[in-house]
């Protein structure tokens, strides 16, 4: 018990002493970015913020996307700069003044040159990486729904996410006249046919455990045969019981003692053995791969856990 205790502490202060160090690098990260901006290396101090701030908390991650708003429109980034920067004001909840006139100023900027663009994503929480015009090192990874500043002409960006199949996404931006907003819808991963895992194993259980059972059954009876026989010859047998019918009750307890049981056995294991048998049979025969496309309409009987479903159960398929 003590012992158990002891492991228990070991890992809870491992485990604490993991976040800690955590939190420990990912503090000294933002630390970092903010004296890199202070000493004007505005693109180390981009890039150091933009590579950890993923893994900050919340209250670092404003702290961050302030940071790296600041760098930009020093960089003179400024569709980052303003995404940035609105990140962390939306992300904040509270009304900062200077970023509030940082942004203002942004906006003045980009709507002579660049239009603002709304990406819808379905489904939402997909992510796109936006590149920096001139630093190909300083990346925004943007998540739908979310706005950005791009200049007139045509883009390509390319939206993830995990159990969708990548979308790359061409368009163009307008002048004038631009809708101001792209909706970016992201399909399934549709894996082959030939890729998916599909097995005969819950079918092959079913009949060789049902024959194993069988067979058990088999050797049981085949014993309470042989004892029965031997029983017969021994109780039967005048010369040593000649009054037949004190020999008859001796030989029907003896029965009910040494035979029965394994007899009553063996027809139990032949029941559940040929009831294994049959529902490996039936599952083999209504048990289908799975498909990709579209099916006509049909049914799918499953009497045994599978994994493609639970128990017993009738599924309609459209």
Known sequence: MHSRIS?????????????FGFAQNTTTCLNRSVDLAQSDDY?????????????????????????????????????????????????SGKDDAVVRDWLRELETLLRSTHVKVTLNCRPSGATVDIQAS???????????????????GRHTLVFSKAGYADRKFSFEVKEVGDPGIRDISLATIDIDDKTRSFSRWPEWTLVASGIVVAA??????????LRNEDLHDKYWNRANFPNAV???????????????????SGYVLYAVGGAAVLTGVVTWA???????????????????????????SLTLDW
């Open 134 to 152: 001139r630093e190909e090192a300083l990346v925004t990874t943007v998540e739908c729904p979310a706005a950005w500043w791009f200049v007139p």
């Open 246 to 264: 004190e020999a008859r009750g001796m030989y029907n307890a003896a029965y009910d003692s040494d035979v029965a049981p394994l007899s009553t």
């Open 286 to 312: 209504l048990r289908r791969p799975p498909s990709t496309g579209k099916t006509s309409a049909g049914w799918w009987l499953m009497p045994w856990h599978l994994p493609q479903g639970g128990g017993a």
């Open 43 to 91: 693109v180390s101090a981009a890039r150091t913020a933009l590579e950890c701030l993923s893994s900050l908390p919340r209250v670092d991650q404003v702290k961050a996307h302030k940071v790296i708003g600041f760098a930009f429109r020093k960089l003179d980034e400024l569709p980052a700069a303003w995404y940035h920067l609105s990140r962390h004001m939306e992300l």
């Open 216 to 225: 058990t059954g088999a050797v049981l009876h085949t014993v309470s045969h």
């Open 7 to 19: 492991i228990v502490v070991v890992t809870a202060c491992s485990a604490l002493l993991g976040s």
